[in-house]
């Protein structure tokens, strides 16, 4: 190669380096800008909530069992059918309990036919002995036999009244208008009943009203009251969205120990919530898992603006040459920006859930406030990686304020 051709690839190879020097360090800052996001000062709703899972359960639901123990002869009811309160829904045989009955009837019978003797005999007696013409020995004995007469009859119209009592209870019926949901027993079941009393249906009063148990932990708790708006959804209908709200807030509690690791395990604490729901078309069943949503904090239709503007402040970095800010002394408040001027104005503020904050006075409906500030590159794309701050954001109120900053003149 000659002298005067690496001459010219030397001055090339510079130029481009110059080139890139220049795109890297100089030309990226030129096409680098600071753009402020503004927002309306509008209503709107504030919300925050907590999450929990639960059950579907009908609102009353009952299980009807049998006293007495037996065979079930006859069942008139299955899965599904809907009764009325009284309605007969099964028989036990009844031979036995009937037997048991016409004896207890007819030892009831002979007491008392025994207990009207011995009465007559006592009465007819005790004048006797008030005139003296009987011993006291003598006397004492009829006054006996009628007390045990007596005692007698108690005992064996009581074992009646239990044999009558029993055979009414081989008719089974229903205790309120509903559906059954639950059959437990088939004809020709044998059912003890010993210290529990065997469920044979279990009959839930109205589908159309409907109850979600939640178990809410123990970290949440606190802020969930009764009357609060509550949205759910279940697996099997995952695009549907159910509403409902608290109606109880139980006081007992349930510890549970979930194993964080192969060595370590935690307690955890949670609160049963029972949230109301209408189920008007019966897509919610008894026993769904629910995926709850407690909206602890709920207003709707109040003045907001976002919760970042409440924390925006114009600062040195981010202003061109002629803006001027015009500060105020106060807690809270959101920037104004017009004609190359930040003006503060003070607001009082109310409830907020991290997102957006209530404003309760000091701007009105509809004004335009500054929300941010961003440093934007080529193509508009925010010029700072995601989760760094950018020198040109924000910073807290309380910082070094531009030279051009004003008070508002008293």
């Known amino acids: 190669m000659s002298r005067t051709k690496k001459i010219t690839a030397i001055v090339i190879a510079v130029l481009v380096v110059a080139g890139v020097a220049y795109g890297v360090l100089g030309g990226k800052k030129k096409r680098a800008s600071i753009e402020f996001e503004t927002t309306e000062v509008k209503r709107g709703g504030i919300s925050s909530s907590i999450t929990a899972t639960g059950t579907i359960e009908p609102v009353t639901e009952v299980e009807v069992g049998t006293q007495v123990s037996g065979i079930i002869d006859k069942i008139y009811v299955d899965y599904n059918s809907v009764v009325k309160k009284g309605q007969l829904i099964a028989e036990m045989d009844k031979e036995v309990l009937v037997s048991e009955l016409q004896s207890t009837k007819g030892s ?36 006996y036999d009628y007390r045990r007469a007596e005692s007698n009859l108690e005992t064996t119209k009581a074992a009646y009244d239990k044999a009558s009592r029993n055979l009414s209870y081989a008719t089974i019926t229903s205790p309120i208008d509903g559906v059954v949901t639950s059959k437990s027993v088939e004809e020709g079941q044998t059912v003890a009943s010993g210290f ?17 148990v939640a178990d809410v932990d123990e970290a949440d708790i606190g802020g969930v009251e009764e009357g609060q708006r509550v949205s759910f959804t279940v697996d099997a209908y995952p695009q549907a ?21 192969s060595t370590t395990s935690e307690s955890v604490v949670t609160y049963e ?5 209408d189920n008007p078309d ?14 602890t904090l709920d207003k709707k239709n109040v003045l907001c603006v976002p919760s970042k503007a409440l924390r925006f402040y114009p600062e040195p970095p981010m202003l061109s040459e002629g803006d001027v800010v015009k500060d105020c002394e106060a807690e809270n408040k959101v920037w104004t920006y017009e004609n190359h001027v930040f003006q503060a ?9 991290g997102v957006n904050t209530e404003i309760t006075g000091g701007i009105a409906e509809g004004a335009v406030i500054v929300s941010e500030a961003v440093l934007r590159g080529q193509g508009g794309q925010p010029e700072t990686p995601s989760g760094e701050r950018s020198p040109f954001m924000p910073g807290p109120p309380g910082s070094d304020k531009n030279k051009n900053s004003e008070k508002p003149k008293e």
């Open 108 to 143: 009831y019978e002979g007491a008392q036919a025994e207990y009207d003797y011995q009465k007559k005999t006592y009465e007819r007696n005790l004048q006797l002995y008030k005139k003296g013409l009987i011993s006291d020995t003598e006397f004492e004995q009829y006054q």
């Open 345 to 353: 104005h003070p607001v009082k503020v109310g409830l907020s859930d």
């Open 196 to 212: 529990e009393t065997p469920t044979l249906f279990t009959i839930a009063a109205d589908l159309t009203k409907m109850q979600v």
């Open 241 to 261: 969205v159910f509403e409902g709200k608290v109606v109880q807030v139980r006081l007992g509690s349930t510890k549970s120990t979930s194993t964080t690791t």
């Open 273 to 277: 919530v029972v949230i109301t729901a």
């Open 282 to 295: 019966l897509k919610l069943k008894p026993r769904l898992t629910a995926n709850v949503e407690i909206f």
